[in-house]
Nanobody
Framework: QVQLVESGGGLVQPGGSLRLSCAASGIIFSIYDMGWYRQAPGKQRELVAIMSSGGTTNYADSVKGRFTISRDNAKNTVYLQMNSLEPEETAVYYC?????????????WGQGTQVTVSS
């Protein structure tokens, strides 16, 4: 069964850092875009960062200069390094990927990992 599994969330103080990981598993033919979204309580899910299979990145304006997305294609894993975290960034962070499970490409979501920024 194809799935995305996130890890690395937790409690961090304002100004601190966390690194999220998301690994894809199962019989996967190809992985295209991989990215991170977040959803705070009472708010809509929003894009944080996304990276294409070729390395092109796109970030939400609010995280530019503080967050970095990266991928290890050999491990089918995407990472999100988050620095200078702010309390307003407390949310559930979700991994998302477009993956070809032959012969069809599907969009997958991970189960989410909680990030809490608080003193």
């Amino acid at each position: 069964q194809v799935q995305l599994v996130e890890s690395g969330g937790g409690l961090v103080q304002p100004g601190g850092s966390l690194r999220l990981s998301c690994a894809a598993s199962g019989i996967i033919f190809s992985i295209y875009d991989m990215g991170w979204y977040r959803q705070a309580p009472g708010k809509q899910r929003e894009l944080v960062a996304i990276m294409s299979s070729g390395g092109t990145t796109n970030y939400a304006d609010s995280v530019k200069g503080r967050f970095t997305i990266s991928r290890d294609n050999a491990k089918n894993t995407v990472y999100l390094q988050m620095n200078s975290l702010e309390p307003e960034e407390t949310a559930v962070y979700y991994c998302n990927a477009n993956m070809k499970v032959f012969p069809i490409t599907y969009n997958y979501w991970g189960q989410g990992t909680q990030v809490t920024v608080s003193s």
